[in-house]
């Protein structure tokens, strides 16, 4: 089944413990993507990649670091989580940059 | 950044009324897209749409791309309980889908 996969679905942590979210895609897309989503603000794109070793800044990247490895994976890491990035996460995915978007199940994140 | 205005923020309705939301942006753009969010799941894709005009279905839900392209709205005829969730508007751009903010419907039954 083409999907895109979460890793945990939530996780309670405290303030400055190191983090990190997987995401991962089965279906050969080079777009990846992620959000988060804030009530009344919808979902804004932290960080984004085009392909393989190609990462990039969205509109809220402040606290959080991306690597793209490998086709498939796309992790987020939060070397210092804080508690404003207590959030809902959501990893996506699209076969090309301008194509609509697959997303996962999301991850919800409560900083303390 | 780019940004959307997506409205209303929450609609709330008896089962069976048709529902209409809209989203209107600064600038033009190509592809419209709206999604629908399930409670505890990722948005998933309804419609997309590529062309000015373009009015598409897809079951009971209608959407259209505004003729300016700088808008476009979302009907849903005679709903149902399962129709409840976030709907998102969104923009394609060249590197980035950017998001409204989303109109979460409330069905009575």
């Known amino acids: 089944e083409a999907q895109v996969t979460q890793n945990p679905r939530y996780l309670i942590t405290v303030t400055g413990k190191k983090l990190t979210v997987t995401c991962s895609q089965n279906m050969n897309h080079e777009y990846m993507s992620w959000y988060r989503q804030d009530p009344g603000l919808g979902l804004r794109q932290i960080y984004y990649?085009?392909?393989?070793?190609?990462?990039d800044k969205g509109d809220v990247p402040e606290g959080y670091k991306v690597s793209r490895k490998e086709k498939r994976n796309f992790p987020l890491i939060l070397e210092s989580p804080s508690p404003n990035q207590t959030s809902l996460y959501f990893c996506?995915?699209?076969?090309?940059?301008?194509?609509?978007?697959?997303f996962g199940n999301g991850t919800r994140l409560t900083v303390t | 950044g780019q940004q959307l205005n997506q409205s209303p923020q929450s609609m709330f309705i008896q089962e069976g009324e048709d529902v209409s939301m809209n989203c209107t942006s600064s600038s033009i753009f190509n592809t419209w897209l709206w999604y629908k969010q399930d409670p505890g799941e990722g948005p998933v894709l309804l419609i997309a749409l590529y062309k000015a005009g373009e009015l598409t279905s897809n079951g009971r839900l209608t959407a259209q791309f505004g003729i300016t392209r700088k808008d476009s709205f979302l009907n849903i005829s005679a709903s149902i309980p399962s129709d409840v969730g976030i709907y998102f508007c969104?923009?394609?751009?060249?590197?980035?889908?950017?998001f409204g903010q989303g109109t979460r419907l409330t069905i009575n039954p």
């Open positions: 990649s085009m392909n393989v070793e190609v990462t």
């Open positions: 969104g923009i394609q751009g060249a590197q980035k889908l950017v």
């Open positions: 996506a995915s699209s076969i090309l940059s301008n194509s609509p978007l697959h």
